[in-house]
């Protein structure tokens, strides 16, 4: 081995090492060598100002962690598939995605340990009032950092020593890479969540119970359910784009293959999670009201309002480019043209679902139009902009792209079990029955008292996942040994629906971006809400057009730090079948997992 090639691979054990042991030393500082009581509050960072500083390399920060975080995650499923099943596409597919991950985890710790001196050395006052509240669970944190790091490090370098009868031991070290890697996730949401919801002090603000009655705020919980699945989202789209840049740049069939079926597999993860997040995005929205009203009420109707038309906007692309990759995925697929004529009623359902969720409940209008519409509602529009309204069509487009997908899982199989038409009769009327219920209390919302229509929203829910349910429980089994139509033609599709895989990893980055700001927002000047106020030159809070602007320039930052890297992914394997002799397998056609 080369001293450039081992350097190269300790880099990112060298780049982990280093934020532990950043922490560790933060934890060790002598009494004397904290910040004195004349310390300043706060110091002014050279022309951008701190809280931009500050702001800028937090959100690349979490990007990066929530990419190594999701991607490890789906990475291990894939690769105790290809353990139990035997086919070694899936081991290799579950190797690049780690490798992937691998080339951002050095990324993401130097971040984290910029990050910690931009708040020890720039917020002094809040670093150490934090430090009064979490002290203890820093060491966790740190501990838990030199764990992740030696265990994904063990996971992506055995990989061809532990395979064969050793592979359960392999797969175990991704199954626990992935539990230090979410504890590090729940440590963290701990911090941030206590800014937004803090618990567990008195009125002086000292801590009072102990420290678990502050990291068990209102907030921690939902925000962990709702980031676990939202990383997995995210790794999912990343892994997708990753796949569509090599797809592009192939230069062979099998090549373009290869990365087509990556793609559609990083997309399958990501549209699997995002069905459901929106779900856990309600959940902590109640959270939030549940601990402050009035921090609710500026996040959905004060100045944050508008906000949410761009969330709209966001998702809905969302919605439609995922939907339309299986659309573009099934002309690869013999059999798939059946389906054909279910496409223009669905693209209208989520069309109109879009439009619906975009519509504002008040505009911005001059003195002569609100004149012209008796007030500031409209006197259409105000009725689709609100949460009655828009929860319906959310629901119904989760359910129209549920139906995509299983139109796609079985676009080249032909069932041929006795019970097919009964199985399909109740899988239609549980479609049909979870519309209903959807729409039902949909419009019932508009009759009852808003504390009432918050209500329905659970059943709305709990409607779309039964169906769910439901016809996942019937088509899997209906469908088990089906006669195939064809193989799918992999690296077929069309060019454009690798930028759709890109389009969906810029949205989703964005998006994350904008609810950052929105979950940081509400707090407005306050460190810690209603404890410690952010008494800087710089305690505003910007305009949504600041915002945008800001979250625009993190992402193409961090998408110019994630092409690098996936140019030094792609240039590792030049020359050589696959990384660390992990042959590329063969993608001869298609098979039932495929699909």
């Keep these: 081995m080369s001293t450039g090639r081992a350097v190269g691979r300790s880099a ?85 995605f780690v490798k ?58 055995g990989w061809d020593w532990l395979s064969g009868s050793r592979k359960w031991i392999h797969v175990g070290l991704g199954v626990l890479s992935n539990l230090f890697g979410t504890a590090i996730l729940v440590v963290a949401n701990s911090w941030v969540t206590f800014m937004m919801s803090p618990a567990g002090i008195d009125e002086s603000g000292a801590l009072k119970g102990g420290v678990w009655a502050a990291v068990n705020n209102y907030t921690w919980m939902p925000i962990n359910i709702h ?63 549940a601990f402050n009203q009035t921090m609710g009420i500026t996040m959905m109707g004060g100045f944050m309002s508008w906000l949410w038309i761009i969330q709209a906007i966001l998702i809905g692309i969302l919605f439609l480019g995922s939907n339309y990759y299986l659309w573009l995925g099934m002309e690869r697929i013999p059999g798939a043209e059946r389906y054909r004529k279910y496409v223009p009623p669905m693209l209208i359902i989520l069309t109109i679902g879009f439009l619906v969720w975009a519509t504002p409940r008040s505009m911005v209008v001059t003195l002569d139009e609100a004149r012209a519409m008796g007030g500031t509602h409209h ?118 629906s690798q930028y759709v895989l890109i389009l969906l990893a810029v949205t989703f980055t964005w998006l994350m971006g904008l609810m950052g700001f929105a979950r940081s927002g509400i707090r407005q000047h306050w460190h810690v809400y209603g404890v410690l106020r952010d008494t800087s030159p710089e305690a505003v809070t910007p305009a949504l057009g600041y915002a945008a602007n800001m979250i625009t320039l993190v992402t193409l930052v961090f998408f110019a730090l994630v092409m690098f890297i996936f140019w030094i992914g792609g240039l590792g394997d030049k020359g050589k079948e696959g990384a660390h002799a992990h042959a590329a397998p063969v993608m001869a056609g298609g098979s039932d997992r495929d699909a």
Excluded: C
Excluded at 67 to 80: D, K, N, R, Y
């Design 12 to 96: 990112p054990l060298a780049a982990g090492l280093l934020l532990a042991a950043t922490v560790l030393m933060l934890l060790t500082l002598p009494a004397e060598a904290q910040p004195a009581a004349k310390e300043p509050a706060y110091r002014a960072f050279p022309v951008i100002g701190s809280r931009l500083a500050v702001w800028a390399v937090a959100q690349l920060h979490l990007n990066f962690a929530a990419f190594i975080l999701g991607v490890p995650i789906f990475a291990v499923i894939i690769e105790i598939i290809g353990w139990r099943t035997g086919d070694e596409r899936y081991d290799w597919l579950s190797h690049e």
């Design 100 to 157: 992937l991950t691998f080339a951002a985890f050095s990324t993401t710790a130097l971040l984290g340990a910029l990050l910690l001196f931009l708040f020890v050395g720039y917020y002094p006052k809040f670093w150490t009032y934090m430090s009064s509240i979490f002290f203890s669970t820093y060491w966790v944190y740190a501990l838990l950092f030199f764990a992740e790091t030696f265990t994904v490090y063990l996971w992506y370098y």
């Design 227 to 289: 980031r676990l699945i939202a990383n997995i989202v995210f790794g999912g789209t990343i892994a997708g784009a990753y796949a569509a840049f090599r797809f592009l740049a192939a230069k062979t069939d099998e090549e373009r293959a290869r990365y087509d079926w990556m793609g559609y597999i990083g997309n399958f993860v990501a549209l699997s999670a995002f069905i459901v997040l929106p779900f856990a995005g309600y959940y902590l929205g109640r959270e939030i009201y």
């Design 379 to 496: 006197p259409l529009l105000g009725f689709f902009g609100v949460m009655s309204a828009k929860n319906t069509v959310v629901n119904l487009m989760i359910l129209t792209t549920f139906l995509s997908y299983i139109l796609y899982r079985r676009a080249n199989k032909i069932p041929s079990t006795s019970w097919v038409k009964t199985g399909m009769a109740i899988q239609w009327a549980a479609f049909g029955a979870a519309a209903l219920v959807v729409v039902f209390y949909g419009v019932y919302g508009y009759f009852v008292e808003s504390i009432v229509r918050i209500g329905f929203s659970v059943y709305q829910v709990l409607a779309v996942i039964g169906a769910i349910v439901i016809v996942m429980a019937i088509d899997v089994p209906m469908f088990k040994g089906a006669r195939s139509t064809g193989e799918i033609r992999w690296g077929t599709i069309a060019p454009r």
